[in-house]
């Protein structure tokens, strides 16, 4: 059974960084592309990025390029978000995702983590 824990979630200044860590475990993390995703107040959730299998390849929103980055440690099983520069539309609850196999989409098909909340204020 996947299992993925966030953490590193809190409130920060307009400005501010937070990083935000994923513990993921339940099956071989390396082999399988993992992800962020957010739900804002009143929002439906969204990608925020994905990063391949060796993080040799990563994909974002626009809404983040440039000041969020995505990484993973293999030997660790954790997925991070390294979010910089943050905004108060950044506000949302923020979900750890893995994809339910090796083929499928993480946009369509995912394990999802309980979330962590951010919260920018101005």
């Known amino acids: 059974q996947v299992q993925l824990v966030e953490s590193g979630g809190g409130l920060v200044q307009a400005g501010g960084s937070l990083r935000l860590s994923c513990a993921a475990s339940?099956?071989?993390?390396?082999?399988?592309?993992m992800g962020w995703f957010r739900q804002g107040p009143g929002k439906e959730r969204e990608f925020v990025a994905v990063?391949?299998?060796?993080?040799?390849?990563?994909n974002y929103a626009d809404s983040v390029k440039g000041r969020f980055t995505i990484s993973r440690d293999n030997a660790k099983n954790t997925v991070y978000l390294q979010m910089t520069s943050l905004k108060p539309e950044d506000t949302a609850v923020y979900y750890c995702?893995?994809?339910?196999?090796?083929?499928?989409?993480?946009?369509?098909?995912?394990?999802w983590g309980q979330g962590t909340q951010v919260t920018v204020s101005s």
């Open positions: 990063i391949n299998w060796n993080g040799a390849r990563t």
């Open positions: 995702a893995a994809p339910t196999s090796m083929w499928a989409n993480i946009r369509e098909s995912a394990y």
């Open positions: 339940g099956r071989t993390f390396s082999n399988y592309d």
